[in-house]
């Protein structure tokens, strides 16, 4: 029953901060869980299923520099045995918009 309280009351303390989250940010997060997670931790804090495959929160790949222009290539060349994603711009924005928002406050 602690439990079940505890859960509730986290969850209504993150409703504010989900609700004030940027709608890029949103759709990047929702396309970085259907495009991306097979391979990558999506979640902060998250393992990788692919230990080669970095967090999309690590340090390497928030700073990798020109990161807008890797994420537009794959989708026309892929990576690391990746087929390439059919990304439209915008949802290159949108996973950057993500990717960026993970960094340390």
Known sequence: MRRAIALVAALSLAAPA????????????ELARQAC????????GGTSPNPKA????????????????RLARLTREGHYGMP???LTDEQVRDLLAYIESLAPR
């Open 37 to 44: 997670a097979s391979c990558h931790a999506v979640e902060p």
């Open 54 to 69: 970095a967090p999309l929160a690590s340090r390497d790949m928030r700073h990798v520099a020109g990161i807008e222009g």
């Open 18 to 29: 989900l609700a004030k989250t940027p709608a890029p940010v949103k759709r990047g997060h």
């Open 84 to 86: 390439p994603q059919a």
